[in-house]
Protein backbone atom coordinates (compact mmCIF):
# COMPACT_ATOMS: atom_id res chain seq x y z
CA UNK A 1 0.00 0.00 0.00
CA UNK A 2 2.87 2.76 0.59
CA UNK A 3 3.89 2.11 -3.28
CA UNK A 4 0.24 3.73 -4.25
CA UNK A 5 0.60 6.77 -1.50
CA UNK A 6 1.55 9.15 -3.37
CA UNK A 7 -0.48 8.08 -6.42
CA UNK A 8 -3.43 8.05 -4.32
CA UNK A 9 -2.25 11.78 -2.93
CA UNK A 10 -2.03 13.14 -6.34
CA UNK A 11 -5.28 11.64 -7.43
CA UNK A 12 -7.29 13.28 -4.14
CA UNK A 13 -5.35 16.68 -4.73
CA UNK A 14 -6.28 16.54 -8.23
CA UNK A 15 -10.31 15.97 -7.16
CA UNK A 16 -10.13 18.40 -4.57
CA UNK A 17 -8.64 20.99 -6.71
CA UNK A 18 -11.30 20.01 -9.87
CA UNK A 19 -14.07 20.12 -7.13
CA UNK A 20 -12.90 23.94 -6.02
CA UNK A 21 -12.99 25.28 -9.87
CA UNK A 22 -16.12 23.80 -10.57
CA UNK A 23 -17.80 24.74 -7.14
CA UNK A 24 -16.24 28.76 -7.75
CA UNK A 25 -17.44 28.63 -11.64
CA UNK A 26 -20.92 27.97 -10.31
CA UNK A 27 -20.99 29.74 -7.50
CA UNK A 28 -18.74 33.26 -8.18
CA UNK A 29 -20.11 36.42 -9.87
CA UNK A 30 -20.74 36.68 -13.54
CA UNK A 31 -20.31 40.22 -14.31
CA UNK A 32 -20.19 39.97 -18.48
CA UNK A 33 -19.55 43.16 -20.40
CA UNK A 34 -18.33 43.71 -23.48
CA UNK A 35 -14.75 43.96 -22.74
CA UNK A 36 -14.15 40.61 -20.93
CA UNK A 37 -16.11 38.93 -23.96
CA UNK A 38 -14.01 40.55 -26.53
CA UNK A 39 -10.90 38.08 -27.36
CA UNK A 40 -7.21 39.28 -26.14
CA UNK A 41 -3.82 39.74 -28.72
CA UNK A 42 -1.73 41.77 -26.84
CA UNK A 43 -3.80 44.46 -26.54
CA UNK A 44 -4.08 44.77 -30.36
CA UNK A 45 -7.76 45.57 -31.79
CA UNK A 46 -8.55 41.84 -33.53
CA UNK A 47 -8.66 42.41 -37.72
CA UNK A 48 -11.69 40.79 -38.89
CA UNK A 49 -11.24 37.59 -40.31
CA UNK A 50 -12.83 36.47 -43.47
CA UNK A 51 -15.47 33.67 -43.56
CA UNK A 52 -13.70 30.41 -43.11
CA UNK A 53 -10.59 31.70 -40.92
CA UNK A 54 -8.44 32.75 -43.72
CA UNK A 55 -5.44 31.15 -44.04
CA UNK A 56 -2.01 30.71 -42.18
CA UNK A 57 1.07 30.72 -43.89
CA UNK A 58 3.25 27.76 -44.65
CA UNK A 59 5.86 29.23 -42.02
CA UNK A 60 3.08 28.35 -39.05
CA UNK A 61 3.28 24.58 -40.04
CA UNK A 62 6.95 24.40 -40.93
CA UNK A 63 8.00 25.37 -37.28
CA UNK A 64 5.01 23.31 -35.99
CA UNK A 65 6.86 20.29 -38.01
CA UNK A 66 10.20 21.63 -36.29
CA UNK A 67 8.92 21.26 -32.98
CA UNK A 68 7.39 17.74 -33.09
CA UNK A 69 10.68 16.77 -34.61
CA UNK A 70 12.61 17.85 -31.52
CA UNK A 71 10.00 17.02 -28.99
CA UNK A 72 10.00 13.62 -30.30
CA UNK A 73 14.03 13.03 -30.07
CA UNK A 74 13.97 14.45 -26.45
CA UNK A 75 11.15 11.78 -25.85
CA UNK A 76 13.37 9.03 -26.92
CA UNK A 77 16.21 10.12 -25.47
CA UNK A 78 15.30 9.85 -22.00
CA UNK A 79 14.23 6.06 -22.05
CA UNK A 80 17.75 5.25 -23.73
CA UNK A 81 19.88 7.48 -20.90
CA UNK A 82 18.03 5.39 -18.39
CA UNK A 83 18.18 1.86 -20.57
CA UNK A 84 21.66 2.35 -20.37
CA UNK A 85 21.83 1.09 -16.92
CA UNK A 86 21.50 -2.45 -17.67
CA UNK A 87 24.57 -3.97 -18.75
CA UNK A 88 23.69 -6.16 -21.55
CA UNK A 89 21.83 -3.10 -23.60
CA UNK A 90 24.36 -0.70 -24.01
CA UNK A 91 26.24 -1.22 -27.05
CA UNK A 92 23.01 -1.95 -28.60
CA UNK A 93 21.32 1.06 -27.82
CA UNK A 94 24.40 3.01 -28.23
CA UNK A 95 24.20 1.85 -32.06
CA UNK A 96 19.98 2.58 -31.98
CA UNK A 97 20.74 5.88 -30.38
CA UNK A 98 22.74 7.06 -33.34
CA UNK A 99 20.93 5.83 -36.50
CA UNK A 100 18.16 7.88 -34.53
CA UNK A 101 20.29 11.03 -34.03
CA UNK A 102 20.69 10.43 -37.44
CA UNK A 103 17.24 10.01 -38.73
CA UNK A 104 16.64 13.64 -36.67
CA UNK A 105 19.75 14.87 -37.60
CA UNK A 106 18.39 14.47 -41.43
CA UNK A 107 15.50 15.83 -40.52
CA UNK A 108 17.19 19.25 -39.32
CA UNK A 109 19.10 19.22 -42.25
CA UNK A 110 15.98 18.79 -44.54
CA UNK A 111 14.07 21.66 -42.37
CA UNK A 112 17.13 24.33 -42.53
CA UNK A 113 17.42 23.82 -45.90
CA UNK A 114 14.08 24.18 -47.17
CA UNK A 115 14.36 27.84 -45.23
CA UNK A 116 12.25 26.68 -42.05
CA UNK A 117 14.57 28.26 -39.46
CA UNK A 118 14.93 31.66 -41.73
CA UNK A 119 12.54 34.53 -40.26
CA UNK A 120 11.56 37.19 -42.67
Do not use: H
Request: proline share 7%; charged share 15%; glycine share 8%.
Amino acid sequence: MNMYLPLILMLVMGAIMATVALVSAIIGPSRYNRVKSDSYECGIEPTPQPIGGGRFPVKYYITAMLFIIFDIEVVFLYPWAVSLEMPGLRSFALVQMLIFIGLVFLAYVYEWRRGGLEWD
